[in-house]
């Protein structure tokens, strides 16, 4: 059974995906999400403007809006950034590590690692980290792969890139440690509610966002105060952070914030207890671990 600090019945994080785009964003080819649908591939223009520009709204107002909030709230939360984003954007990203918020990435690019040969994989890590080195000083501590797609050769890489967290694993409410040899690496689910929920053509609002939102951390937080701790993963993106989405975001804050039987913590303090806790933790093989992925 695991536990957390001071007995805490849940560990609740904030993951923020700062990200960069394709350059295909808003064309016929692009594989992201978007609040419009699909321009026609027969389109004289074959691009969607509302796309791009929706996306750059992080830079422009979003993100400094969540920095406000976390100010505020006096949480700390983890960044999911691309190596170009904050090569991109080095004041905020700067600003976002003084601040004390954990700084983890994505890849180099928002591209899927299941578009990428092996090589590719690779190349995209490696520029990531060196972006962070040079613009944060400091190599990321944590990973997840652009649309949660890891491949057979993500787990790997990482691992030789000396990152001490993933966060693509959702098949589990609590964290494992994967090992290989004398290394291991802490894995854990991203989010169980993310405000991706309320975008595009799904037709919640952010105030339904907020009550789903809400219902699981009750039944995780119900779940842990019974003896069972749990983890919950939040994820905001910041290109959405306009006003209406973030005030059910506060109202969350001020939720969790109420329980004093919630540990709030960022993934690299999560990772760190498991660290220091890890006989209470399961442990599974790298082999093991891509052994998971069917053979396509």
């Known amino acids: 059974m695991i536990r957390w600090p001071d007995g805490k019945s849940l560990a609740f994080g904030l993951m923020i995906p700062w990200e960069v785009w394709p350059t295909d964003l808003g064309t016929p080819k692009s594989n992201q999400r978007s609040s419009q649908h699909p321009v026609d591939p027969s389109a004289v223009y074959a691009r969607d403007m509302w796309a791009v520009w929706d ?5 422009t107002q979003g993100l400094r809006r969540l920095l406000d909030m976390f100010s505020d709230y006096n949480v700390h939360a983890t960044f999911v950034a691309n190596g170009k984003r ?29 578009m990428m040969t092996l090589d590719e994989e690779r190349a995209s890590l490696e520029a990531c980290v060196s972006a962070f080195k040079s613009v944060i000083g400091a190599p990321p501590t944590g990973y997840i792969s652009p649309g949660h797609r890891p491949t057979p050769n993500t787990f790997p890489l990482i691992f030789e890139l000396g990152y001490s967290w993933m966060s693509d694993y959702q098949a589990d409410d609590v964290p494992f440690i994967l090992k290989e040899g004398d290394r291991d690496l802490v894995c854990m689910p991203y989010a169980h509610v993310s405000d991706y929920q309320t975008y595009a053509t799904n037709g919640r609002t952010p105030r339904e966002m907020l009550e789903m939102a809400i219902d699981e951390f009750d039944v995780l937080r119900k779940e842990g105060l019974r003896g069972n701790p749990k ?10 952070c306009h006003g209406f989405r973030t005030r059910p975001i ?45 053979v396509t």
């Open 55 to 59: 996306h750059e709204y992080a830079e």
């Open 86 to 114: 904050v090569e991109m954007n080095p004041e905020l990203a700067k600003e976002a590590a003084a601040a004390g918020h954990d700084m983890g990435s994505e890849n180099y690019e928002h591209v899927y690692p299941i």
């Open 231 to 240: 983890m919950m993963g939040f994820a905001i993106h910041p290109f959405l």
């Open 250 to 294: 506060e109202l969350l804050l001020e939720h969790v914030l109420a329980c004093p039987d919630v540990w709030v913590a960022t993934r690299s303090e999560m990772a760190s207890w498991v660290r220091q806790n890890s006989n209470d933790f399961t442990k599974v093989s790298m082999d093991a671990l891509v052994k998971m992925f069917p």
